[in-house]
């Protein structure tokens, strides 16, 4: 599989890529492993994996999206040959300039759940060092972390190109030490890091356990400080949730400002699937966009994924943009994918089936035993398969308060323990509602 995989992702890149920058740097690109939704892309020189790194993940992203439907995180390795060191005379992927160049500031959606992340990135590339020193981003995969972190280095790149910016991921920090400790070229590495203006670390939740890697982050991180640099941190949690990390580090993360990016709401989802489109040059109907919108609940990158699937199966298949195809092309990445949320309709819904009840009736106010018995299961369901709080459940859904939420989450646990075939219905209900 692994051969023929690399053989795809290339044709993908070359869709959205000149085939000469696609032979340049993946024409000697492995794939390692594949499995898990991570992709671990091997490339035989240090320099190769650093350009790619910089400059090309979103685009093996994008490739692994539109082969498999679901988002993989991608990781580089070195290839069987890898040099211990690069020649003489090469650019480095340590050059300011280096983001996307479509990840600006005014093309992120901003909606509720991402206003007060958008706003302090906003003031971090305007007064790098000043505004917020440290900036740490936190929240899940795909929910615009990396933009804003290619939106602040973009801008403070055009506003200060004699700045110089270092963009790497914990894991690329730490094979740059090694390869420094290796090659007894510590204070080369040093200089390379804490001589920067602007310190982007994407994905801080990778950092290696290691002491010596810690500690050497730990003073790249107070020099900088100490001298009014501006550092940005990007991960998937809180730095008090994170695994494994020196206390003193933790509390360097926590002097700044802590930021949590949440999943948007259905506003925000559908401008990003409407803007989505439109950059696309798609002719997307309202009511498809509200479907996408309503069904992927939790993962920007997926929404983009799904308009991007829909293009596709026109384009290949001559489908129509209707509720049908979108309903096909959602239904697969869900079933692919058992990180995206379902919505509390389809929850209700599958709940509703699986009783064979009306959804009006588990909605409403009646007080016969199988009524309430499905209402707390869609209640419960409704708790643990999306980002909905109680409050929002009792309200939005049922029109109850909270507090009747609360008790029948209460309720459906204590019932799985006491009841093996009511335990059963649950996770026969949860995989219909995934769809495996």
Not at 27 to 39: G, R
Not at 192 to 219: K, M, N
Not at 343 to 351: D, G, K, M, N, Y
Not at 420 to 427: E, F
Request: hydrophobic share 40%.
């Amino acid at each position: 599989m692994n051969a023929g995989l690399i053989e795809r992702i290339r044709e993908e890149l070359s869709r959205g890529m000149h085939r000469a920058v696609v032979s340049a740097w993946f024409s000697d690109a492995l794939v390692a492993s594949c499995e898990d939704q991570i992709l671990v892309l091997c490339s035989p020189t240090e320099y190769k994996r650093g350009i790619i790194g910089a400059r090309y993940i979103p685009q093996l992203e994008d490739a692994m999206l539109a082969i498999f439907g679901v988002p993989y995180e991608i990781r580089l390795a070195a290839g069987p040959d890898a040099p211990s060191s690069e020649p003489e005379g090469k650019e480095k992927p340590d050059e300011p300039g280096r983001g996307r160049r479509d990840f600006i500031f005014e093309r992120f959606i901003v909606g509720e759940s991402n206003k007060y992340a958008y706003s302090a990135a906003q003031a971090v590339a305007d007064s790098p060092g000043e505004a917020y020193n440290p900036l740490f981003l936190y929240g899940g995969s795909g929910l615009g972390k990396t933009h804003l972190l290619h939106a602040i280095l973009n801008k403070i790149s055009r506003q200060h190109p004699d700045y110089t910016i270092q963009y790497f991921s914990a894991e690329q920090f730490t094979n740059d030490l090694v390869v420094a400790l290796k090659e007894k070229s510590t204070d080369k590495f040093r200089s390379r890091y804490r001589s920067a203006h602007l310190l982007l670390v994407d994905d801080i939740q990778f950092f290696t356990r290691a002491e010596f890697s810690q500690d050497e982050f730990f003073h790249t991180f107070n020099a900088l400080y100490d001298k009014g640099r501006q550092i940005v941190i990007t991960s998937d949690k809180p730095p008090r949730d994170l695994q494994k990390f020196e206390e003193r580090l933790l509390t360097r993360f926590e002097q700044g400002l802590t930021v949590d990016v949440k999943p948007p709401d259905f506003e925000t989802r559908m401008a990003i699937v409407q803007d989505k489109a439109q950059r696309l040059g798609i002719p997307l109907p309202s009511e498809v966009a509200e479907y996408i919108a309503q069904a992927i609940t939790s993962n920007v990158r997926q929404l983009e994924g799904a308009v991007k699937k829909l293009m596709a199966s026109r384009d290949l298949m001559s489908s129509g943009l209707d509720i049908l195809t979108a309903q096909d092309v959602i239904a697969d990445m869900i079933r692919q994918s058992p990180g995206l949320n379902p919505t509390p309709q389809l929850i209700l819904s599958e709940v509703s089936s699986f009783y064979k009840l009306d959804e009006r009736q588990i909605t409403g106010k009646s007080r016969q035993a199988a009524l309430v018995a499905a209402r707390q299961t869609a209640m419960f369901l409704i708790r643990e398969m999306t980002t909905m709080s109680v409050e929002q459940i009792g309200a939005k859904v049922f029109s109850r308060d909270h507090s009747t939420v609360v008790h029948s989450v209460q309720r459906v646990e204590e019932r799985r323990k006491e009841d093996p075939a009511y335990d059963n219905d649950i996770k026969t209900i949860i995989e219909n509602i995934r769809g495996v």
